[in-house]
């Protein structure tokens, strides 16, 4: 097939060159973009008058007789186009003939690739905003059922404070909060048009760039040309985002894989989400978070070969760029997969075991803090009291007794201030209760979460 570019050639391609040159294999996904774009493009040629007005709409209606074709499945991009803007235009040719040849006028595939991917990635963005507010729905509708369960919070894997399950859970909420308000500023800068920049210089070409960026619904334009096909700055930040996306999916998948072990034993897996082992009988896997951790990975290499592809490359456009779109193209499918599997996963895939995170707080040193702070309160010293609850927890370990199962008698020789009343501040709820400070585990606080997120979320 005789290749779009001009007769400066003699010789066809070698065919494993024209392979490795190629992108329409993955660049198709770009198809309604590409057809958007040159559909400004066209309107834009009619309005500045470079084309006619009938030839405008007969590239118009041809390119949008191309997207029908599409979406009912009768057309599909592929080889030997070189790429997607390529087949396009061919197609066009072959549906409209000269007036086909027309389009290209006062554009180049650099700022038209360009164009297509900021398009494409604010849509992916959109949709992406909306799979992060389902997941932080999800969490938020089992803290508001849990604000009085309690669970052992961790420093160091660690027991360290016992800790309101709605307010472990909201942390998440939180995490995914910021990665929204991330991806919306990144949604701000891929919003901006780079066409009509040309190859790079600019076109003499009467052209309307605000036209065109209206049209394709972007909040500006590029202001210099070179600038607007010579970075993929956007790509690296949408790809930077998504990894932080990643790595919060990946610390709440570490976290119920912790908690559906038997030694953990603070939620079980239901069957809609859990599979079973080939040989062990007895076995429930977390396939889910398991494969959300692992792919993670995925996602940072991706950004790990973005900022490299970009790295020590001049001004302006190269075909290193063209290596662009499978690190998009897969960061959005793996991070809008993972987001789907996780809110299945807390809507329907997890069970937190109430009775044994509650034996689980009421079992351990979790409350060695509240004992020092009980002293603090009589005006002993912090650093006085932390030592003398040290001396209590050596002596219940060599004992194997919790500090609940001391007599007051025993408390007191370790510190006369020592009452009955210790025993109350000794309890897991008033422990979990008594963190008043703001943004605390305490529940008037956790309270006040719960009341936040019910306002945005009106659930
Ligand atoms: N397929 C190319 C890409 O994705 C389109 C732009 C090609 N531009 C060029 N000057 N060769 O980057």
New binding site residues.
């Given amino acids: 097939m005789a290749k779009v570019w001009s007769k400066r050639f003699d010789n066809t391609l070698n065919p494993f060159i024209e392979k490795f040159n190629a ?1 329409i294999s993955f ?1 198709r996904k770009l198809i309604l973009e590409d057809l958007d774009c040159s559909i400004a493009h066209a309107k834009m040629l009619g309005k500045t008058k470079v084309l006619s007005n009938s030839e405008a709409l007969r590239i118009v209606k041809g390119l949008e007789a191309i997207k029908v074709d599409y979406l009912e499945g009768n057309f599909s991009p592929s080889p030997p186009s ?4 390529y087949c396009i235009e061919e197609k066009l040719i072959s549906l409209i003939g000269e007036t086909g040849k027309k389009l290209h006028t006062g554009r ?3 700022d ?2 360009g164009t297509d991917i900021r398009l494409w990635l604010r849509k992916e963005i959109d949709n992406l905003e909306i799979l992060i507010i389902d997941l932080q729905k999800s969490l938020f509708k089992i803290a508001k059922s849990n604000i009085y369960t309690l669970i052992p919070g961790y420093t160091h894997m660690q027991r360290a404070q016992p800790l309101s399950l709605a307010h472990h859970l909201l942390a998440y909420v939180e995490m995914f909060q910021r990665d929204r308000e991330r991806f919306k500023e990144v949604r701000s800068r891929v919003n901006t048009s780079p066409l009509g920049a040309a ?1 790079l210089a600019g076109t003499k070409i009467k052209i309307d760039r605000n036209y065109t960026a209206a049209e394709l619904g972007f909040e500006k334009i590029y202001k210099n040309s070179i600038d607007a096909v010579s970075d993929r700055d956007f790509c690296i930040e949408f790809v930077s985002a998504s990894a932080l996306v990643m790595s919060h999916l990946s610390k709440i998948s570490e976290e119920i894989i912790l908690w559906v072990t038997d030694e953990f034993s603070f939620a079980k897996l239901t069957d809609k989400c859990a599979t079973g082992s080939s040989l062990m009988p007895q076995k429930k896997n977390p396939d889910v978070p398991e494969l959300v951790r692992g792919k993670t990975g995925r996602v940072y290499g991706h950004l790990q070969a973005l900022l490299t592809m970009v790295k020590g490359v001049p001004l302006a ?1 190269n ?1 290193d ?2 290596e ?2 499978e690190p998009i193209f897969d960061t959005a499918e793996t991070i809008s997969s993972c987001l789907k599997a996780m809110t299945i996963l807390i809507n329907e895939g997890l069970e937190f075991n109430i009775k044994n995170l509650s034996d689980s707080v009421d079992d351990d040193f979790s409350n060695a803090t509240d004992l020092a702070d009980y002293l603090v309160a009589k005006q002993v010293p912090f650093r006085t009291a932390y030592q003398v609850v040290g001396e209590i927890v050596k002596y219940c370990l060599e004992k194997k007794i919790l500090f609940k199962n001391l007599k007051i008698d025993e408390f007191k020789k370790f510190h006369p201030e020592f009452d009955d009343d210790v025993y109350l501040d000794l309890q897991p709820l008033n422990v979990v209760k008594s963190r008043t400070s703001e943004g605390g585990t305490g529940f008037i606080q956790v309270e006040k979460e719960i009341n936040y997120w019910q306002k945005k979320f009106k659930l």
């Fill in positions: 992108s660049d070189e790429d997607i803007h180049s595939r650099n038209q690739v190859a456009y075909k760029f063209q662009d779109k």
